[in-house]
């Protein structure tokens, strides 16, 4: 029963975390579209289930860099939401002084080295961490979350091959959400699977339906283990769908109808809900309620961002060197 109960408890905290990211993203797209929030956004939405499944697997002391669509992985690393809103909307009590914007996001005290938008840029920066940890021994793990479109930079196999020669404790994620910016990437690559790449430089490597929360965990916590026992490190590729376009208010001529259609029908939440309603773990009405109070989180996380102050002119010249 205690198993049944801890099980039960993980599905609906996985919803939850879910629902967050998906009530948070949601609010963030329409406040950009009316010109509430300066500088791009990025939304993450129909790919919540690899940032909550990947960072479930994870201590609050592990590091995650992730890229110009990070809002997700923030979230699910722990994030302060107020802090998270206030700086998107620039203000000084963002988690950046609302000087890193949507973009350039992050929080170190949450183990977040922070959002970045240059593509594969997650990758060294997931290698170097881990080094740091490898080298005072410590047993922290890295993630490095990026897209199908930065294994075609130089950057991606450089990163492998280093991590591979020293074993070293990161966790590499692609998001296989089909399009490199506005092209479909299957017409850029004769690979059939970023995962297929890791064998060339000895990295064990696994592809999971990255719309299945719970089969993201699985395998997610099985590479964390490994990488935190030496064993690293481990190219894990979740094949997932943006349901909007690159970026903010990007028409997505691109996109064949009937395939959005099809990915828009496995919406993770919808399919973490089925599994809890089939499982019998909690009823709908709760389920509702679950996400009601997700909407009602980033309401006051908006609130506490248009009340919060800018930043004074003179933090221009503050945190640009390191004591």
Not at 46 to 56: D, I, K, N, Y
Not at 217 to 225: C, G, K, R, S
Not at 263 to 289: K, T
Request: hydrophobic share 40%; glycine share 8%.
């Amino acid at each position: 029963m205690a198993l049944q109960a801890q099980e039960k408890t993980r599905i609906i905290e996985l919803f939850a975390r879910m629902c967050l990211i998906r009530a948070f993203e949601q609010r963030v797209s329409s406040l950009y579209r009316e010109s509430e929030i300066p500088g791009f956004i990025h939304t993450s939405l129909g790919q919540e289930a690899v940032a909550v499944g990947v960072c479930a697997a994870l201590r609050d002391e592990d590091w995650i860099a992730t890229t110009h669509r990070g809002h997700g992985h923030c979230l699910a690393k722990g994030a302060d939401v107020d802090g998270a809103m206030a700086e998107l909307f620039g203000k000084a009590t963002g988690l950046c002084k609302g000087k890193g914007g949507s973009m350039h996001i992050a929080d170190p005290r949450k183990g977040i080295l922070g959002a970045n938008a240059i593509v594969g840029a997650s990758l060294p920066l997931a290698t170097g961490a881990a080094l740091s940890s490898h080298v005072l021994g410590r047993d922290e793990v890295t993630v490095a979350f990026f897209g199908e479109g930065a294994a075609n930079q130089g950057v991606f196999h450089e990163a492998l091959n280093l991590a591979s020669i020293w074993q070293l404790p990161v966790l590499f994620v692609c998001e296989n959400n089909r399009y490199a910016e506005f092209t479909d990437s299957r017409t850029m690559s004769r690979r059939e699977s970023v995962a297929g790449l890791g064998s060339a430089y000895g990295v064990r490597s696994t592809e999971v339906d990255g719309n299945d929360v719970e089969a993201v965990l699985a395998v997610a916590e099985d590479a964390v283990d490994a990488c935190r026992s030496g064993e690293g490190p481990v190219l894990l590729e979740a094949l997932t769908y943006r349901w909007q376009g690159h970026y903010e208010g990007d028409p997505q001529t691109y996109k064949p109808a009937e395939e959005a259609e099809a990915w828009l029908a496995r919406d993770p939440l919808l399919l973490a809900r089925a599994r809890i309603e089939s499982q019998e773990l909690s009823s709908a009405d709760d389920l509702d309620e679950i996400f009601r109070d997700a909407e009602t989180r980033v309401a006051r996380a908006e609130e506490f961002a248009r009340s919060s102050p800018y930043p004074d002119a003179a933090e221009i010249f503050t945190d640009v060197y390191a004591d």
